[in-house]
């Protein structure tokens, strides 16, 4: 059973810096797309980033210049760097992959369970 695997969250002081990570739980054959999601309370879940198969990368508006979304193939797994952070960067950050589990399977979107993230200010 595949299951992505959030971690690297934590309680961080305005101005610091976090290093989320993001894997799968067993061996798998490829992870295609990926994507960082933030979810506060009362709020839709928001994209914060997002990198292809092909390493083309965006950023939500918010976090552009201070957040950096980079994968290690080898390892299958993909960062995302935060830098600077602000209190209002405060959530649940999720991360979301499509994942071909084996040779010749189909792809298929996961998620992980999140990690919480608060800045204080």
């Known amino acids: 059973q595949v299951q992505l695997v959030e971690s ?3 309680l961080v002081q305005a101005g610091g ?6 894997a799968a739980s067993v061996t798998i054959f ?4 990926v994507d960082w999601y933030r979810q506060v309370p009362e709020k839709q879940r928001e994209l914060v ?3 292809t198969s092909a390493d083309k990368i965006n950023y939500a508006d918010s976090v552009k210049g201070r957040f950096t979304i980079s994968r290690d193939n080898h390892k299958n ?3 995302l760097q935060m830098n600077s952070l602000k209190p209002e960067d405060t959530g649940i950050y ?3 992959a499509d994942i071909k589990p ?3 399977s189909s792809v298929y979107r996961y998620w992980g369970q999140g990690t919480q993230v608060t800045v204080s200010s």
């Not at 810096?17 to 993001?22: A, K, P, V």
């Not at 490829?30 to 797309?33: K, R």
Request: charged content about 5%; hydrophobic content about 30%.
């Open 49 to 51: 980033a997002g990198i």
């Open 30 to 33: 490829s992870i295609n797309a």
């Open 8 to 10: 690297g969250g934590g």
């Open 94 to 96: 999720y991360c979301s």
């Open 17 to 22: 810096s976090l290093r989320l990570s993001c």
């Open 102 to 104: 084996y040779s010749g």
């Open 77 to 79: 797994t993909v960062y």
